[in-house]
């Protein structure tokens, strides 16, 4: 079975400084995609950034990057210049077809 | 297009009751899905369709749920005689199609008394 493990449970950040949070997951699948999906206080989960296992490289929007070990099967997610606005819980997610499975989530407090 | 929206955003029931959620997906997704998310955890899996037709379940989902997309448009999940345990968000997601990522509602807060 496909697991997901985010080992932190809990982050904090200065605000403009850097955060890297982790993720390993479990799979005997050779295609998959693997996700990070934010979700505020309150309010709906949106989706940060996703990465298909086939690409080499490492995906990036804005400020947020991933560093993508299909070898180690880590997928840790990169935040540069935090914002007040990215306090949240951030969950990885793995699929592989419609097989979708997601972390216990890591929550991040940014400070001011 | 407003998003993937969920109704009731809460509901509170006493235990032995049949409750019943509302989904209504990002017009022309054609896979809708539904999770299950406790306190401090991720979302997990309950069950999907592509269109009407339902594809898979997840043994999560026990007898007393069932869910419908009846013209592949909103989907409903009603869960009958209702337990404490089923005390959770329960999350609606829509995607394109397979590849693509899915878009979550905002979910409905359940919390059986």
């Known amino acids: 079975a496909q697991t997901v493990t985010q080992s932190q449970p809990e982050m904090s950040v200065q605000e403009a400084e850097t955060v890297t949070l982790s993720c390993t997951y479990d799979?005997?699948?050779?295609?998959?995609?693997l996700f990070w999906y934010k979700q505020p206080p309150s309010r709906q989960m949106i989706l940060v950034i996703r990465?298909?296992?086939?690409?080499?490289q490492n995906a990036t929007e804005n400020r947020f990057s991933v560093n993508f070990q299909k070898a180690a099967k880590s997928f840790s997610l990169k935040i540069s210049d935090s914002q007040l606005g990215d306090a949240a819980m951030y969950f990885c997610?793995?699929?592989?077809?419609?097989?979708?499975?997601f972390g216990a989530g890591t929550r991040l407090t940014v400070k001011p | 297009d407003t998003g993937v929206s969920q109704n009731p955003r809460h509901k509170i029931t006493k235990r032995g009751q049949n409750v019943t959620f509302r989904c209504d997906p990002i017009?022309?997704?054609?896979?809708l899905y539904w999770y299950r998310q406790t306190l401090g955890q991720g979302p997990e899996f309950l069950t999907y369709?592509?269109?009407?037709?339902?594809?898979?379940k997840s043994r999560l989902l026990s007898d007393r749920f069932s869910a419908e997309r009846p013209k592949g448009s909103f989907s409903t999940l009603e869960i009958q005689r209702t337990e404490q345990g089923d005390s959770a968000m329960y999350l609606c997601?829509?995607?394109?199609?397979?590849?693509?990522?899915?878009?979550f509602g905002p979910g409905t807060r359940l919390t059986v008394t």
């Open positions: 997610a793995y699929r592989s077809g419609s097989d979708m499975r």
């Open positions: 997601a829509s995607s394109l199609n397979w590849a693509h990522e899915q878009y």
């Open positions: 799979t005997s699948e050779s295609d998959y995609y």
């Open positions: 369709f592509q269109n009407e037709a339902q594809l898979e």
């Open positions: 990465q298909e296992a086939y690409k080499q």
């Open positions: 017009s022309e997704h054609n896979r």
